[in-house]
C-alpha cells in the first residue's frame, strides 16, 4: 500500500483508506462465507482486483462506474460514493447451496422471489425463463431479503427502476461475455452509489468469482467461491458447526488455480502473479 494517513476501514475482504474525495481499496486473499472467515485463497486478491477492473473498463458503455486506476496489484483507487443500502442480486438459474440461494428455498417451498414466481416441479441448476432480480438489505452481518412491499424503504420507485435496467443489462452483458469465453455466468451481486449530483455508480466489485457463480460451459463446475461453499458444507454443518477447519492445502491450491484460471480466460491475459 501507498504510504498515506487516511481514515481506514478493514471489511471481510477488503481493506477500505479515504482519501478524500477517493478511496483506496485494497483486497486480500481471504475468503470469508457463511457470514465468517474461511481461510486465505493464494493471488484471490490480484484476481479480485484485476478482473473487476477489467469488467469496470468493459462495462462504462452501460453504466458509470466509480474505477479510477489501478494502484498496485491488489488495490484500485475509485470515486468515493454514497453507497446505497441494497445489494442487486441478478439469477439465471435456479441453484445455489446457501441458506439465502434461491435453490435452497424453493426446496423449502418458496416460490416468490421478489417480483417473480416460479412453478412448482423445478430442478436444480435448470435455466430460468429469463434472469430474475432478489435484492437483499446490505448488512456487515446477515443480509435480509427485501420485497416489493419493502423495498422503497430503502431507495426511491425512480431509483429503483433505473437499478433495475442497469443490472439486468449488466449481466447480461456479462454472461455473454463469459460464454463467449467458455464459461457461463450463473449469477451476479450487484452494488450501487451515488455520487454528489445523484448520478448512479456501480461500485464495489464486478463479476469476481467472489461475487459471481460460474460454471465451465457444458457442465456444472464451480469456477467460483461455490466451489469452496460446496466442499464445507459436505463436510461440516457451516451455519451450526462454532469451529471450521482450515481446508487441506490442496483445496486452497485448487481454489487458487481456478479462480486464475477464470480471470485468465475471461480476460484473454495471462496474470503476472505479484
Known sequence: MPNISASHYSGKVRELYDEGETLLIETT???SAFD??????PHKSQVLTQLSAWWFEKTRHIAPNHFISLINHNTM???????LPIEVVVRGFLTGSTNTSIWVLYEKGERQFFETWLPDGLQKNCALQKPIITPTTKSTMHDEPLTTKNIDKF??????????????????????????????????????????????????ECHTPDSSRFWLKNSLEHYDKEYLRLWYKKNFDPYRDSILPIPENALIQEMSRRYIYLYEKITQKKLEIS
Do not use: P
Open 29 to 31: 486473499d481471504r475468503m
Open 36 to 41: 465468517r472467515y474461511l481461510c486465505k485463497i
Open 155 to 204: 431507495v426511491s420507485k425512480e431509483l429503483w427502476r433505473k437499478i433495475k435496467t442497469l443490472s439486468l443489462t449488466l449481466f447480461q452483458f456479462g454472461q455473454e461475455t463469459a460464454y463467449h469465453n467458455g464459461f457461463i455466468l450463473v449469477d451476479t451481486k450487484y452494488e450501487f452509489g451515488l455520487d454528489d449530483q445523484n448520478n448512479i455508480f456501480l461500485i464495489d
Open 77 to 83: 483507487r475509485v470515486k468515493k460514493c454514497r453507497v
